[in-house]
């Protein structure tokens, strides 16, 4: 599975932005679907998973209730959209892709990754 991340950019605290990840080679909707970010000196860390169908979504409580996570299997293509950003918020983002992570929230229960889109939120 190949994945390409778009989407990224600069915008003030408050606005809001989406993410687009279009994975190619394989069948998408037997992958669940996830985002993770890395800020500048901190760790990856889990943003939002989608299951395969699109009937579950699990978020990171830091931005429960900001963001959503979404797919559509007939575009081959799954979302972040990010509302109410938060300097906070400033990260790469990546998207990954497994056909069922142990653990959602762990990076390395993922098996494939796509390269970041940057993410800037001025204050």
């Known amino acids: 599975v190949q994945l390409q991340a778009s989407g990224g950019g600069l915008v003030q605290a408050g606005g809001s932005l989406r993410l687009s990840c279009a994975p190619s080679?394989?069948?998408?909707?037997?992958?669940?679907m996830g985002w993770f970010r890395q800020a500048p000196g901190k760790e990856r860390e889990f943003v939002a998973a989608?299951?395969?169908?699109?009937?579950?979504?699990h978020y990171a409580n830091s931005v429960e209730g900001r963001f959503t996570i979404s797919r559509d299997n007939a575009k081959n293509t799954v979302y972040l959209q990010m509302n109410s950003l938060e300097p906070e918020d400033t990260a790469v983002y990546y998207c990954?892709?497994?056909?069922?992570?142990?653990?959602?929230?762990?990076?390395?229960?993922?098996?494939?990754w796509g390269k970041g889109t940057q993410v800037t939120v001025s204050s």
């Open positions: 990954a892709a497994d056909l069922g992570p142990a653990k959602i929230r762990v990076g390395a229960e993922w098996s494939y």
């Open positions: 989608i299951s395969w169908s699109g009937s579950t979504t």
């Open positions: 080679g394989r069948t998408f909707n037997k992958y669940f």
